[in-house]
């Protein structure tokens, strides 16, 4: 759905990929059992929506504000990286569906990364 009301970060990509990232992981928690409501399916389910969070939480500040803030959902990358293999090692995902999670986290890293290393390098020119 296009809106006629556009923030620039939405047009980053790996926003975008963020935002499709959350989605996976909430479709995903759905089929985790009950007791894992309030424990792990929660846990997973804000971290992977923290990346987006963060991206377009930093995005209108300096850049010192945005590079915390890229900082900040890589660590929530990272933490899906644990609740995705813990997921893995309780039977409630497949291997497979694993490594596509980590093939997905890892693009994302890479890419905040790169933008992270993007700014810092724009900085020292000026």
């Known amino acids: 759905m296009n809106s006629d009301y556009n923030f620039k970060f939405e047009d980053l990509l790996v926003y975008q990929k963020a935002m499709d990232f959350g989605e996976v992981v909430d479709v995903l928690v759905k089929s985790f059992p009950n007791h894992e409501l309030y424990a792990l399916s929660s846990q997973f389910r804000r971290a992977a929506d923290s990346i987006a969070l963060n991206i377009a939480e930093g995005y209108p500040g300096s850049d010192a504000q945005f590079v915390r803030h890229i900082n900040y959902a890589i660590y929530s990358a990272k933490e899906c990286v644990s609740c995705s ?14 490594e596509e999670n980590r093939k997905l986290i ?20 000026n």
């Open 85 to 98: 293999t813990k997921a893995k090692r309780s039977l409630y995902i497949t291997f497979d569906r694993n």
């Open 106 to 125: 890892s693009e994302m890293t890479r890419m905040m990364s790169s933008l992270r290393k993007k700014i810092s390098e724009r900085n020292k020119r």
